[in-house]
Structures are given as structure tokens and as C-alpha cells.
């Protein structure tokens, strides 16, 4: 175990923050804590599932708090994990595809690992139903699974009458991109819905309509690659609701030639039934910007971070304002970056109200479109909100029709907050970043965001980004690493539980579970514990354990001892011994 607590015992204060207190200009690579793999398994830190073969090849990964599960699709196999430990009492569903479609996929060119049943979609459809879909050995099928009610006696099973055609709803291709979300009984996935993956679609399913993208409309999607997707209401009118997808996509020059990869956020509202006489089952309401994640550098040319890895969306108590994190990487040949932005809704509804970009000809550059907006204004939802005046989409004005689909982006882009990173990684050498995930902290000091990011070689980084005001600094606090697989393998999914205090990661060997903090790592001492700034951990008079805010822990206010924010040891732990010499 490597504890970078050597310092804390010597020369104590001057060296720590001299180390630690890492602008964007000095990173703190030395993480507080690392743990091999072998160590977080002593520890009793961590249990891994690893299924039965020699690779589990996760593909997704579902929590199901009311049922107490962790849900995995995986191939040609369904698991049920216990949250509580997950490698014990699992369940789970053999769903294989066919020799027949095995043979069927053989006789198309498709190689023997790919003609295998990968399970890429997988949603809770009701109060007692997951939804499955798996690319069926090239040919995709969905299935629900029956779960039961939270609190009943626990099934697992596929409901054999409910194999469907997954066609429109999972890939043909388990490498290809896929993102889903189920909101009121409504399917919004992104994915390549062809054999050929010629097209792209950004689509709503639900048991009367299936609403998408139109086809072959590079201006709406080009080459997506697609990241993440959510629901989120603008206000109390459900009618208003919108549905956010993230992805990547190529740019288009005036040739109409692929040029740089871009990241956008795309738009359409949840109620949208598309057009009566033109968009026929095509969203009336598609509208797209730029995702902006860049460093100013000091020559005044901005190093932008284009390519978006994964989103995380961290839900909170307002749910028309979640916080968005991208993870994100440069797109350049000759450096390789990683960097972490944070979006707020103001700042993406904002942009979604500003100007239409427009071009009069291809070869012309974007500007704002001066002209005439019509009535209601394209990519608005029919709502009472917006006046009641329609009653759906399918009576807005053809006018409004031919407007969005020739102006479906937006002239602003979104910017983060601080117009900055809140976590960078430059370093040439630097691991590959794969995923991200956010748990918000209360600490004394604050809240906390806590990310946890996933790297290509089993490794999860557990980070804390403080904002200065005064100064405009970001300062990182690298407080784990932690090695959750014993293979180097790329992290594939990040699933936190707040209400259990744990995280859950999926590679291809398997899915591991860890404790989201483990204070008493930091040493017993008060110093130790406060230096360690981990939000989760306080010094509570003899050791450093969790800490919970005033009103959920008993113990009284006075023995709690944290700093977060400037782990100033000196001022908090006064009085008391510091040096070590008990
Ligand atoms: C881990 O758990 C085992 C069995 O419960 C116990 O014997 C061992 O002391 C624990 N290790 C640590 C470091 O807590
Ligand atoms: C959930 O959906 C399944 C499959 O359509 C159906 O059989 C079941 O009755 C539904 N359950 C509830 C609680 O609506
Ligand atoms: C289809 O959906 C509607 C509402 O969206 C619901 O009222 C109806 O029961 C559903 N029909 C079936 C067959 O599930």
C-alpha cells in the first residue's frame, strides 16, 4: 500500500501543500492513497463477479435499488447481482442466440466471436419488467424479463412469449455505439439501426410510434458516435419535457467533405408526434449544438477538447437542473489530453434559445439567422407552457416544419462552468480515460463532488476538484487510485450507490464492487485525517472516520474535524498532537 503520508509525519505542513496544492498549471499526480488490486481484496474493500467463463464481456450495466441488483448484460448471458455482495447469490439468464442464427451470421462473413448474442440495451420497462435487447448474432432481439415486485419473492426470468425483433432498438454490431433511456414508457435510444451501420438514428419506440431522425440528413447527424441520453423537464408541464442525447460527430466543410470530430448535444421534446403533411414520424423538434470543453493557452489559442468519452449526469433534488459532467479527449495526433467539463441547464437551455446558425450556400460560413423566426418558435414543445395554442406537433405550421429541419443548429454553443476543465490530464504517457461517474458529498465545508474516473488499465482515479474564486484556480485533489481488476483492462461502466456507499465497475473480465471510502486509511492521527481533504472522512477524536453532517450523526459537532476546502491541519487539529509522538 502506498500511502503518501510521509510527508505528514516530517516536515508536516510546508512540503503537503507545496505537493498537493496543484493549480492546472501542477497536477497532483500523487494520488493520497493507491491500492493494488491484491490490497483493496485484504482490505476488504472489494468483491468481484467474474461469471463463469474466462471473460464476462460486459456490455451494460443496470441499478435496481428498489430490488436491492445490479443488472448486466453481458454475452449471451443475463446477471442479477446481488448489491450487497456481488459475487454472491447471483442469478442469471442464459440468452444464446440460436445455432440456426449463429449459422445465419456465419453465412453473412461475420467471424465466430461476433455471432453471439451481446446485450447492449437494457432498461427498467415497469414496476416489475427490465427491458432487454441483444444484437442476436446480427440480428437483434428484445426480450422482457420479469423481476418481480421490490420486496417479493426475487425472479429473474425472460418471458419467452415477449422475443421480438430488436430491430431499430439494438445494433446489429456489439462494437457499435448505442445509448438508451426509458421515460414513461417510452424507448429514446441512439444507435446505428442497420446491418451496414449506414444509419444513424436518434429514435423514440414506444407500442403505437416509432419517431427518429429523418434519414440521410448529414446537417442532423453525421457519423455519430453516441455517448449518452437523458430525460429532463424544463418545468412542471410535462408536456415540456426534453430529451437530451450526447455524441460526437464530424463536422462538415463546404465541400460537404468529413472534417474535424465535433461533440454536440442534440434535442427533441418527449411529447414531439412529428409532422402531418411533412416530417411523417420524424421529430419536428431535433435541434443541436456544440458541447465546448477547451483550455485557454497562454499564446491565446485554446487547446479544445473534442471528443466526448462518456457523460455522466448527476441527478439532483430540482430535477430540471441536473449537473452534466463530459469527459472528454483531444482529437489531435500529436497530443493526447484528457479533460472533465461541467455543464449547468441554464447554460444549455440558453443556448437552445439563442440565434439559429445559418449558411445561405455550402461553401458560405455559419452565422446567426437574422431573419424571421416563425411561430412557434422550432424545437418548442406543444404545451400548455408555450401557450396551449397546439395541441401537438402534428398541427404546428408547416412553416415551422421547413424551418427546423433547415436550421437544426444553434448559433451558441455551451460553455462549462467556469469556462474551464475542473480536471485535466496532459501528461504524454498519460493512461487512457474511459469513464466517469459523480457522487455530490456534503462535507463541513460544502458539497463536494466526488468523480470517479475509469482508465484503460482497470484503474479507478477517486478525485475531488476545489474552485478558488479569488484567483479562478482549479485545484485537483487526487485522493485514490485504486486498481479494482487484476488484469489491466479498460473500465467500461461506473455505476455509483449513494445509498450503499458503493461503486460498481464493469470491464470485460468482470464486474467489481468497492466501498467508496475507507477512512481509517489515512491513519489515526487528526492531522493525517484532515490532510487527506477526503469530503467523505473527518477526525472524530480518536480516529478518522466517515463523516456525516450534523443532524444524521449523533456524536456531538465539536469532535468533528474536517477541511476540505485548505486542509489546514495546523488550525484544526491546534492543541492537539500533531507530530505523531503519542
Ligand atoms: C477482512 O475480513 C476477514 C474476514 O471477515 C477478517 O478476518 C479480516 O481481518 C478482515 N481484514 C481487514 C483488513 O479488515
Ligand atoms: C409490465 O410489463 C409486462 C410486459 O408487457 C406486463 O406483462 C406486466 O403486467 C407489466 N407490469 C405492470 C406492473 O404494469
Ligand atoms: C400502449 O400505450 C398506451 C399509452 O401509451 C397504453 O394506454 C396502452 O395500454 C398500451 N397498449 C399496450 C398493448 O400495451
Redesign the pocket.
Known amino acids: 500500500m502506498c500511502i503518501r503520508m510521509e510527508c505528514v509525519r516530517s516536515v508536516f505542513l510546508m512540503m503537503c501543500v507545496f505537493l498537493w496544492s496543484s493549480a492546472h498549471s501542477a497536477q497532483s499526480v500523487y494520488p493520497r492513497i493507491r491500492l493494488s488490486h491484491k490490497e483493496l481484496w485484504e482490505l476488504n474493500r472489494t468483491w468481484v463477479f467474474q461469471g463463469p467463463g474466462p471473460s464476462l464481456q460486459t456490455q451494460t450495466m443496470m441499478l435496481d435499488e428498489a430490488h436491492e441488483r445490479l443488472y448486466v448484460g453481458a454475452k449471451n448471458t443475463l446477471y442479477s447481482l446481488s448489491l450487497e455482495r456481488v459475487n454472491h447469490q447471483h442469478r442469471e439468464i442464459d440468452w444464446a442466440s440460436s445455432e440456426s442464427q449463429v449459422e445465419d451470421c456465419l453465412m453473412k462473413g461475420k467471424e465466430k466471436p461476433e455471432c453471439a448474442n451481446y446485450i447492449k440495451v437494457l432498461q427498467q420497462f415497469n414496476a416489475t419488467h427490465l427491458l432487454a435487447c441483444g444484437t442476436g448474432a446480427f440480428n437483434p432481439l428484445c426480450v422482457t424479463i420479469r423481476v418481480g415486485h421490490a420486496g417479493q419473492a426475487r425472479q429473474f426470468e425472460l418471458e419467452e412469449q415477449s422475443v421480438e425483433s430488436g430491430r431499430g432498438r439494438c445494433p446489429y454490431d456489439h462494437n457499435s455505439p448505442v445509448t438508451s433511456t426509458l421515460d414513461r414508457?417510452?424507448l429514446y435510444i441512439g444507435l446505428y439501426t442497420d446491418y451496414w451501420e449506414n444509419d444513424a438514428a436518434m429514435c423514440r419506440l414506444?407500442?403505437?410510434s416509432y419517431t427518429r431522425t429523418e434519414r440521410d440528413n448529414r446537417q442532423q447527424l453525421n457519423e455519430p458516435k453516441f455517448i449518452g441520453s437523458v430525460v429532463i423537464p424544463d418545468n412542471d408541464d410535462r408536456d415540456d419535457d426534453k430529451v437530451y442525447f450526447f455524441f460526437t460527430e464530424r463536422g462538415m466543410d463546404a465541400e460537404g467533405v468529413n472534417k474535424a470530430v465535433y461533440t454536440r448535444v442534440g434535442r427533441v421534446c418527449a411529447n414531439d408526434q412529428g409532422g402531418q403533411r411533412m416530417l411523417v414520424n420524424r421529430w419536428s423538434s431535433f435541434l443541436k449544438t456544440r458541447l465546448i470543453c477547451s483550455v485557454a493557452g497562454s499564446n491565446g489559442i485554446d487547446t479544445h477538447f473534442d471528443k466526448l468519452e462518456d457523460v455522466f449526469v448527476l441527478k439532483n433534488k430540482d430535477e430540471k437542473n441536473p449537473e452534466i459532467f463530459g469527459l472528454f479527449s483531444t482529437t489531435s495526433a500529436v497530443f493526447q489530453g484528457y479533460a472533465v467539463c461541467v455543464y449547468h441547464m441554464n447554460v444549455v437551455r440558453a443556448a437552445f434559445n439563442s440565434q439559429f446558425a445559418h449558411r445561405e450556400k455550402p461553401e458560405h460560413h455559419w452565422t446567426p439567422y437574422k431573419g424571421r423566426v416563425p411561430y412557434p418558435r422550432p424545437g418548442s414543445c406543444a404545451s400548455k407552457m408555450n401557450g396551449g395554442g397546439f395541441s401537438g406537433s402534428k398541427e404546428f405550421p408547416d412553416e415551422v416544419l421547413r424551418f427546423v429541419r433547415s436550421h437544426p443548429v444553434m448559433s451558441s454553443p455551451v460553455l462549462p462552468l467556469h469556462k474551464k476543465p475542473v480536471l485535466l490530464q496532459t501528461e504524454p504517457g498519460g493512461r487512457r480515460l474511459t469513464q466517469i461517474a459523480v457522487d455530490r458529498v456534503q462535507a463541513q465545508d460544502g458539497h463536494y463532488h466526488v468523480l470517479y474516473i475509469g482508465r484503460d488499465d482497470s484503474v479507478v482515479l477517486k478525485v475531488i476538484s476545489i474552485y478558488n474564486k479569488d484567483t479562478d484556480t482549479i485545484e485537483e485533489v487526487l485522493l485514490e487510485e485504486l486498481q479494482v481488476f487484476k488484469v489491466p483492462v479498460p473500465i467500461t461502466e461506473i455505476i455509483i450507490s449513494a445509498k450503499r456507499q458503493q461503486l460498481y465497475v464493469g470491464s470485460e473480465v468482470g464486474v467489481a464492487q468497492v466501498r467508496l471510502h475507507q477512512c481509517e486509511l489515512y491513519g489515526s492521527e487528526c492531522a493525517d485525517c484532515c490532510l487527506a481533504r477526503d469530503p467523505y472522512c473527518a477526525w472524530d477524536g480518536l480516529t478518522c472516520s466517515r463523516y456525516y453532517p450534523v443532524g444524521v450523526y449523533t456524536k456531538s459537532r465539536r469532535f468533528r474535524r474536517q477541511d476540505v476546502r485548505h486542509g489546514n491541519a495546523v488550525q484544526l487539529c491546534n492543541g492537539l498532537q500533531i507530530d505523531g509522538q503519542r
Request: avoid cysteine; glycine fraction near 20%; proline fraction near 0%.
Open positions: 414508457g417510452e414506444n407500442n403505437q
